[in-house]
């Protein structure tokens, strides 16, 4: 996209964002984005994105100019670009200005204490050569503090650089006049340790190099470790092949995996990665799909298989047609998602970026008053500016603004490292309050890979012919069940009859003409309302097939019944292990399918589900929901199919497998991409945790200013010290984020 484009209705356009520092410095972009009609905006502080949605044709360019008048810069972010990128010239960029903070602030603070400790040391103009020592530290050091002060406030605004560039400034202007033109003896106290702890004192030289010291050693580290939580998005965005061989007139040709297109037939050989999501032609393999899902067994694909892009063939040669490439590839959209769903803000976090916002001024005011009150109860000049300056510096509300974003970055990273994409905040709110959860059976709970495992024939009837008509019939259609018996038609009596006036009926099979009979493919409910009189022996047939878990599937031709099959399908290895870990976890667990009830019941009990609601059909699955809402409970949906879409929408939080179809996807919350339940506890627990960890880095960010300014404001604290608890802070937050990147695999 260029910035020259302007974008059509209820379009997104994503910002990269430079030189915010704080909470206030988002909330003011999203202000000056919002003046523009039809425009909000949602600014992240951790990964410098602004997300834009506007319902009405907007230019970029004016877009970026009302991020510029708010005293920052902005770029558009392009399709696919990674998140973060740059963080590392962020972080060697902090690194150069802390180097020589510490390189000079550390001697000066050696300094100041060994010559109040021992006033024997001193020499003449000691107190010049501990200003000359500071001011490569309040200059230099601390230049782009100033200069984002300087843009906030040339722009209105202000933020916690204008807190800190005040401090900072401050106590070098006051040190500096007291040694320059009051003439007084530095720092004379008799007690050492009042150099750090005292409530006032003469100068502050080692306080203003101090607090410059400390914030940039905060950032650099807060910037390291945003960059630590977002490399398993950055690898994953970096993930796929760069090239591809595909055949074009029966030769093969290396290109730019950028240049395929939807039909192109790509060779890849063992050790190589898959370019695109395709299907297989031809050649039978097994792919390590570790980089996509975190599993580590290989899975063996082989012709009308489908296979997903940055996946790496081990064994044998394939040919894949390429049916999704560029940004529609699972890869591309499963970044985007991620990408997306770090701009999203919790409720909590939204109220402290209000606060933010006018926080800043309101400290200012704070440390005014705090100034003046000392001032009128007499006290002396140092211990006002003392307080003042603590106040000042203590207040900084960093730790408010990160308290979200670098919780999602590190839950969003190791998700995806799990093979978990969470969409948005809505996931992990909700996630905290679900009490049930409802698992589709057919793709979901089993393995979706269905075989006939019998036939049953009426009197008189041709096995043969029995199998080619249902086979024509069910060719057509697109249910596994269809397709397994698809499958078991083709095998047993080879090429298939044409089919005419073919049509699927939901829930409950399919129609059509074969050999100009009508015939009827489907469960006993079409067969009974159809009005088809059942035979002799297939009750028998049923009751035996739907006690073992079997699904039938009964043939009608010309209004008879000619016979019936049984299709059977694998319970996932892991669903019992899954069910086991939701149960523990306090979870009701409902097993939700379109199958009779016995063989449902069978499935339910074989995985130990609570309860089984069977005979559904596809329109009623999202009833069944919002009947359980209605109930009380909050649901959550696993499910895989475009029948399982509407549930999906319906549930209070919905979970869809990746390898399912596009509208499950769009229709979800949570994107599982392991073909493993066992991510579905390890989903709701991550997404339990991360909400625990954004709610307690907002407490302790509260919490710290609550305390922490009335202890300043009161002269208890030397600004040295409040600098440090206001770097810890953030700090602190930041590492509590870090914590879930250890979220243990299923």
Known sequence: MTTSQALGATATVELSISGMTCAACATRIERQLGKLDGVSASVNLATDRATVRMARPVPVTELITRVEKAGYTASVVESGQPPQADDDERVRHLWRRLAVALLVGVPLADLSITLVLVPSLRFPAWQLVLLALTLPVVTWCSWPIHRKAIVAARHGGSSMDTLVSLGVVAATVWSAYTVLVRGDSASESPDGWALIFRPGGSVY???????????????????????????????????????????RAGIETQIPAAELTVGDHIVVRPGEMIATDGVVVSGTSSIDTSAMTGEANPAEVGPGQLV???????????????????????????????????????????????VSSVFVPVVIGLAIATGVAWSLAGAEVERVISAALAVLIIACPCALGLATPTALLAASGRGAQLGIFIKGQHAIETARAIDTVVLDKTGTVTTGRMRVADCWLADGGDRALLLARAGAVEHAAEHLVARAVARYAQAEVGKLPAVDDFRTLPGLGA?????????????????????????????????????????????????????????TDTVKPTAAAAVTRLRAAGLRTILLTGDNKAAATAVGAEIGVDDVIAEVMPADKARVIEELRRDGAVVAMVGDGVNDAPALATADLGMAMAYGTDVAIAAADIILVRDDLRVVPVAVDLARRTLATIRGNLWWAFGYNVAAIPVAAAGLLNPLISSAAMALSSLLVVSNSLRLRDHPMP
């Open 205 to 247: 030289f080692e306080v203003a190099a101090g607090v410059v010291i400390f914030v940039l050693a905060g950032r650099y580290f807060e910037a390291k470790a945003k960059r630590a939580a977002g490399d398993a998005l950055r690898a994953l965005a970096k993930l796929g092949a760069k090239h591809a061989t595909v055949t």
């Open 308 to 354: 997903t892009g940055a996946t790496t063939v081990l064994t044998g040669r394939l040919v894949v047609r390429a049916v999704r490439v560029g940004a529609d590839t699972q890869l591309a959209r499963l970044v985007r998602l991620v990408d997306r769903a770090q701009t999203d803000k919790a409720r909590a976090q939204r109220v402290a970026d209000r």
């Open 511 to 567: 129609a059509g003409l074969v050999h100009g009979l009508p015939v009827l493919v489907g469960s006993p409910r079409l067969v009974a309302s159809a009005g088809v009189e059942s035979p002799p022996g297939l009750a028998d047939a049923r009751a035996a097939w739907e006690r073992m878990g079997y699904t039938v599937v009964v043939v009608t031709v010309a209004g008879r019944v000619a016979g019936a099959l049984a299709v």
